[in-house]
């Protein structure tokens, strides 16, 4: 069974910066060509952040995020990273990574696609 393993989260003011990482039990297959970022605060559905296209490098990002998050991925350490600047409170969330040959179209976050979740993990951000 593929498993992915979050870390990085944690605490930071306003206007700081945190990097998420998420290891990936299995070498690439197209099965899982997708890895991504969703994120989701209490009492609130679950969202899509970032994703990336293993095949060729493709990314994508929410809006709300566009300018401040960068998804990337180390093939050799079959891991992806979430690089988070400029965060702000409302970035307060439980993230968590996910595998899956796609979410859609490219842009999309649909979550119906997605084959395994990692734990997720706690990032809170304090004004």
């Known amino acids: 069974q593929v498993q992915l393993v979050e870390s990085g989260g944690g605490s930071a003011q306003a206007g700081g910066s945190l990097r998420l990482s998420c290891v990936v039990s299995?070498?690439?297959?197209?099965?899982?060509?997708?890895l991504g970022w969703f994120r989701q605060a209490p009492g609130k559905e679950r969202e899509g952040v970032a994703a990336?296209?293993?095949?060729?490098?493709?990314?994508y990002y929410a809006d709300a995020v566009k300018g401040r998050f960068t998804i990337s991925e180390d093939s050799a350490k079959n891991t992806v990273y979430l690089q988070m600047n400029s965060l702000r409170p409302e970035d307060t969330s439980v993230y968590y990574c996910?595998?899956?040959?796609?979410?859609?179209?490219?842009?999309?976050?649909?979550?119906?696609?997605?084959?395994?979740w990692g734990q997720g993990t706690q990032v809170t951000v304090s004004s």
């Open positions: 996910a595998a899956a040959g796609s979410f859609g179209r490219r842009g999309e976050f649909n979550t119906k696609w997605v084959l395994e």
């Open positions: 299995e070498v690439y297959t197209s099965r899982r060509n997708c």
């Open positions: 990336i296209y293993r095949s060729d490098g493709f990314t």
